[in-house]
């Protein structure tokens, strides 16, 4: 067992000079929702529609028909991802999400690479899918992408000021028109079908001159990243354990849950794509808006669209809130200088942690001014990486006192965690170099601030706080 484990309610022994803050008992978000609010919520940070429009499209562009196939592999996979989160979500239930369990199972510098790995994927995605919100209010209005992003970016952080039982029913709201979006989608594309289900497996994509090229297994691989990106919000739901009622039981099935219906509204919509697109180039083109046009009417087609809309606003709303929680987990636990800890720690009226709220929104609205087009790989990676070091977590969470602790237990251990890291170290083996080598950098930048700053300071700093919760 590693040294990082301690209860949100027993103070920190003082250390010289300390003040009183410094030392005081950690602060522990308030129990409030429960399954059917923790699923609405972590449903609207997978946000199924903005990612069926926003993200799919660029894989239709290089897998075409193999694409509905790459998703469905990508979800293979994460069914066992999500047996590791709810294994080490129940026995670890803390707003640090992954970085608190890979901690307290792996040691303290795998758990700090996990956080700058999360905190890379939360703060690159919201600015990148908010930008995509002008392209689905142009049938109303247009705006220009990064100020579209901007605005919808500081809309989420305002909702994300509000008490989380609120923010529930309000991505719940959203979320019911994004599933009709997605699910007039596939209505359509089934209705107005031009080819059969073998076509799910030809591999085929439009070549540069016009013809159509075969896709190789190589491609699909390598697509694999984006795929497990596609779903990879069912991870929310860890994120928000400190706040789910029960969450020995609730967190295993918010995760389970969130997983499956988000896998069937993403996946059933890009198989009538397939199957409903006039050809292969068409397909590949990636307009999903204009097919919606071409089989149905322009009124159809704008009400998808802003049904989209509404979606990544939602999206933006569930994503300022899981990354606040991120920053003020990380704050809490002593990863930064004092005044930095103390300010982030801060929680407001509605039991939010508002300066970690402000902190994360204000930056995602500057970041809509910024050229993000190969960020989309970076995130590929970092989640892939993200998910590797879980799958490590996992593989020791049965290890000395952990082995009696009460929590849900996966099937098939260790036989699920040992395949996902040879599979997920194989994926990033076959990565473009470039995206690697970014998130290399960044993640040996961090190496070095643990190695400077952090490891110096182990018995005060970076302190992993798991809130003690004996309600099952």
Known sequence: MTDTLRPAETALPRATGATDSATAGPRQLKRSIGVVGGTLLTLSCVTPASTLFVVVPDLFGSLGTATALTIAIGSLLCVAVAFCYSELGTLVPSAGGEYAMVSTMAGRLAGWLVFVLSLLVVMIVPPVIAMGTADYLAPI???????AGAGVMLLA???G??????NAWIT????VLEVIAAAVVALLGFAHGQRGPGSLLSMQAAGGDGHTDTVTAALVVSGLAIALFITQGFSTAVY?????????????????ATLAISSVIILVPVVAITFGASDVAELTGGDIGAMVTAWSSSAVGTFVSLCVALAIINAGIVMVIQNSRVLFAS???KAWP???NNVFARLGRFGSPWVATLAVGIPGAALCFVNLDTLYGVTGVSVTGMYLLVAVAALLARRGSHRHVPAWRMPLWPAVPVLLIVVLGYILTQQETGYLLWTGGITAVATLYW???LRPRRATRWLVTVPEDTRV
Do not use: I, Q
């Open 240 to 256: 928000l354990s400190e706040e789910l009622e029960h969450p020995r039981r609730n967190v295993a099935r918010t995760v389970l």
């Open 161 to 166: 000021l509000l008490d989380l039982r609120a």
């Open 331 to 333: 704050a809490r636990d």
């Open 172 to 175: 719940g709201v959203f979320l």
């Open 338 to 340: 004092e005044p930095v």
């Open 451 to 453: 190695v400077c700053y």
């Open 141 to 147: 209005v247009h705006l220009d992408p990064s100020v």
């Open 157 to 159: 952080t305002l909702a």
